[in-house]
């Protein structure tokens, strides 16, 4: 998950620096993430995991690493199996 | 220093309507001469208004975003500019109280704001294409050993000439990305303006609002602890946006008193004839207390995500602001353009007890101060994901 998390990184991140470049836990805002790409990300990870983000992922935390999406997606497909 | 003792024992909005008393009177000569408003300002101070919201601790009141805002509301229907500077004023202290406790400097910064009543200027805004994209810095923090220095095309800041110490958005260092940014406060002694434009605009005149080119010089601990990313998304976005719907919502509402008197003497001179005026009288007390729906909603929703990093992050907190904004700036003008038509050429006039072209010059600022348009463009692309919450009890 990570690398695929990592790819739509780069492809939708519009970042200033190479993602390899970017440690899992480093900042993505720090690091030049926007928050229209932040949005472009998001809906690329949505197509990609045919899943939606809930409400409550809905958030700047969510997406504030590349640790933080691959835990946000985690619950997300967690409890898709769950149910 | 005065006995803060007998000023504050009145209600913060006891001592509000004093300062509107005293900006009222001054307000046209403010807005004729686009002179700061120095009267309203020693008032405020006089009233001890300055520091109000800042922890007791450090010699605040404690006061919530709610009450300042209802200050705003009291000031706006007596000066708006008065109103714009005590509403940027508070948005700077919110970001100091929420986002810089914990740095001793500006602990000490806070325990002055409240003895000396000092007043906060800000500058985000940057020439070179940032515009009022003020997520985006240009210019960066140079530093050596403990020094730093800083060097800023702003294009605005408001009584940048008046402010005791200004609050200026930079890239942390020469090689951080556009969005690193950090805020860092500098004391009037520290910097220099050198003046490069002058606001000489069609209303909000006496927020003296001038381009500079900001040179200023300190020390490392005078930069905001946390990352300015996160004041602008918890703090400072909603807070502004708050707080200027709320001036502008009082605005409005002296507009409305005006037109209700106009109507008022009218039916006065010709009893048991309702005056021509009357509906649209009521049209915009309609108008009016949707604007202030959602200002008071927006308050509420504020005051319960306060201190809850994770509610002040969610987009649908990002979105419900954003759409306060736009909101209150568009409605204002619907407003104010009713009350026109009620009191005709006595509310066209200037120097009449119904004149409203001031009131209108100002509010035409709202949807421009972040243009909306940048707003909406932000909306829609968190609307892309974020599904808006039809809950009345939420
Ligand atoms: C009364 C008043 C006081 C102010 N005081 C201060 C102050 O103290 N400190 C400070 O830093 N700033 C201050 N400002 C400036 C304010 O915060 C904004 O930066 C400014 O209003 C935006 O200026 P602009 O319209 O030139 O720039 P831009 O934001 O660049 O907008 C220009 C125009 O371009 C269009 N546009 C630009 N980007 C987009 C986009 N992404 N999407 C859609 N349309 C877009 C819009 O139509 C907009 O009207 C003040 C403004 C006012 C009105």
Redesign the pocket.
Known sequence: MNDIVRELLAKHGSLPVSVDQISDDADLYDAGLSSFASVQLMLALEEHFDVEFPEHLLNRKSFSSVEAIVAALAEITGDQQAA | MTAAGPVTASSLSDRATRVAKSASEWADKVDREARFPAEALSALKAERLMGVMIPAEFGGENASLTEVADICVILGQACGSAA?VYA?HQIQIASLCGYAVGSGWHEDLLRRICDEQLLI?????EAG??????RNSICAIESEGDRIRLEKD???????EASDAIMVTSRRHAEAAAGDQVSTVFMKDQYTLEKTSNWDTLG?RG?C?DGFIFRGEGSKEQILPRPFAEIAAQSMLAVSHLLWSALWYGIAVDAFNRSQSFVKAAARKNPGQTPPGALRVAEAANLLQQIKGNVVSGLKQFEQAKGNPDALNAMSFAVAMNNIKVGTSQSILTVINHCMLICGIMGYKNGTPYSLGRHLRDAH?AQ????N??I??NTSNMLLVNKPDPSLAG
């Not at chain 2, 200027?121 to 805004?125: H, K, L």
């Not at chain 2, 294409?129 to 003020?134: E, K, M, R, V």
């Not at chain 2, 702003?154 to 940048?160: L, R």
């Not at chain 2, 421009?368 to 243009?371: G, N, Q, W």
Request: glycine share 18%; no cysteine.
């Open positions: 714009m940027m200027g800000s500058a985000t805004s294409g940032i515009g009022g994209n003020l702003a294009t605005v800041i408001s009584y940048g909000m927020t609002s600022s421009l101060m972040i243009s348009d940048r909406l463009g």
